[in-house]
């Protein structure tokens, strides 16, 4: 006897929504092996985790802080996906949107204008469109492959980002740290909750689910954007444009990554650092696969994310672990989802050795 | 006589600069000769960067420290394996998923390593070292896995298109059902591919923490396992190009140093982006003709394969 996968007739819809429970389930029994290995207690250890980090006020604020820019770039980066355009760059745009933004803001803050914040956000969003934009001319003119542009770009972004706050935009008054000057008053995001850091770039996050809905679901643009990923062919023969999908998703993605960069530096961080994101443009990508690329599943799965960041910053304090164990729950978590998925299209079934061999063919 | 030196001091910096390019970029030309494209290279870089680092200074053996970095960078490889493979999963996003872990699991694996000091890989295996010219002896102290590198090429060419386990390899590439029907096991060849790239890429992160710059630190392959896999793009998966591709990038990453030479003084962060600039730039020039990408693209890249009974 031995186990094999036998394709379904039509896909288990039932799995699209189990596979994320099975994959969290089997993260939590992979990080308990984990913590055991590195010689931790792994219910205490899972506590400091999933549970510690919910129990305050100002936990969950923090929480719904962290879950902000994931929420942003995941729905974009969701959206290029489902028509097979793959912006993994969002971390390059999210910066180039806080350089923009906050360019504007050391340019103009100080002068108590009414404009200043939506001027910020508008130079955030154009800088985060215009650095996905590359990528999108570059695909569209040249075929040049976005996976690889955006991911180069991202890398040019952060070091141009490091010559800024090292070299023209450094605070003179800042004993020579590589930073800029902190933002002035009418330069920071209102905030939610009196207390806590979170501030209103988390209603634009909330806002960003029902818009992705609708566009994907209830928009000509987002039936575009469904059939030439879903079906090419039949895309080209509808005479649906490609490129003009391309420069769509591109555009949109980078646009809230830039949002979600410059609401980063305008709400908690007040300053540009040579490092503003602890991977919140990489880690959008695993919460837009965790959310199945449905803008709520995202909701669902950003805040899932950020409990994971926040979790990892407790186990640094609480039990003297290194943040990196956050990204390694993270890499986890996307491998048990890609491998839990293979039952929405495969049943698995119990066979004789011998009737295994036959016909071939593409999945 | 002063011009001569310095053209080979760069000859050799750019030798030492191309050398991961070239390591982890055959390892992943052979991979999607098979018909899998890994995108986790930059992570099974990371790993082998770390696990051969901590391998080398536990140990004390560079030697026993490059096979831990290889079996690490294969580890991770079979990971991708049994996830895209077995259970048919999507190869890039699996890829995607693969270099997050690296990045993270690595850093985690490292973490009490940071700025521990270590001499680097042995260069002291040609005799008579002091006797040799001086410019004979600055490639006499090149280390050992820059000649690896630069043999490899040729190695690769000669494997793809003269041996019947290369013909193999490309008949898989190209039409996993015609080389599954010849009775060829389609999964067990694209198995060993992609652990071949692991390991491969786990000896380039090696080369990276123990002799182009001895030392461990977090995320320090700054993305040259993403150089790597444009490069194969690049070499329109021809071995010769690739070697040419990597030379060409080794050249401008040392372009900082050559700028100083030149006197120069520009900041250290704009002369960085160059290797990113330069391998958009290349992306773009060869990717304008699609229809020569297609043709030289293995024709079953990125597809799973399932036999059904």
Redesign the interface.
Known sequence: MRLSLEARERPARIMTWASPLLAAVGSVIGVSILFAALGRPPLTALYVLFVAPLETLDGLAELALKATPLLLCAIGIAIGCRAEVWNIGAEGQFTVGAICGGGVALALGGGGAWWLLPLMILAGIAGGMAWAGIAAFLKTRFNAHEILTTLMLTYISIQLLGYLVHGPWQDPDGHSFPQTKQFEDDALLPMLIEGTRLHVGALFALAAVPFGSILLGRTMMGFRIRTVGAAPAAARYAGFSRNGVVWFCLLLSGGMAGLAGICEVAGPDGQLTPVISPGYGFAAIIVAFLGRLNPVGILFSSALMALLYLGGEGLQVSMQLPIAVTGTVQGMLLFFLLGADVLINYRVRLRPARAVAGVARHA | MHEVEIAVAIAVATLRAATPLMLAGFGELITERSGVLN?GVE?MMLMGASVGFIGTVATGSPILGLLLAMLAGAALAL?FG??TLS????Q???G???T??????S??VG?NWVGTPLQGLSTDIWPSLSTAPPMVQQLMLLDPLVWVAVLLPFVVQWFIYRTRAGMILRAVGES??VA??LGYS?LRIRYFAVLFGGAMSGLAGAYLSLAYSPMWS?NMV??RG?IA??LV?FSTWKPLWLALGSLLFGFVTIAQFQAEGLGLAL?P??L??LP??A??VV??LI??D?TR?KLNAPAALG???????
Do not use: K
């Not at chain 2, 259970?87 to 999507?90: D, P, S, T």
């Open positions: 995108l992570g990971v049994v996830l259970l048919m999963a999507n890039v996003a699996t995607l998923a693969l997050i872990f690296g990045v993270g699991f850093a985690l973490v996993s059902d599954h029907a389609v977090e700054a993305g993403w896999l444009a793009v900041s962060h704009l960085a982006m990113y600039i391998t958009i992306l773009v990717s304008r699609a990408l597809r799973p394969f399932h036999a059904t009974a």
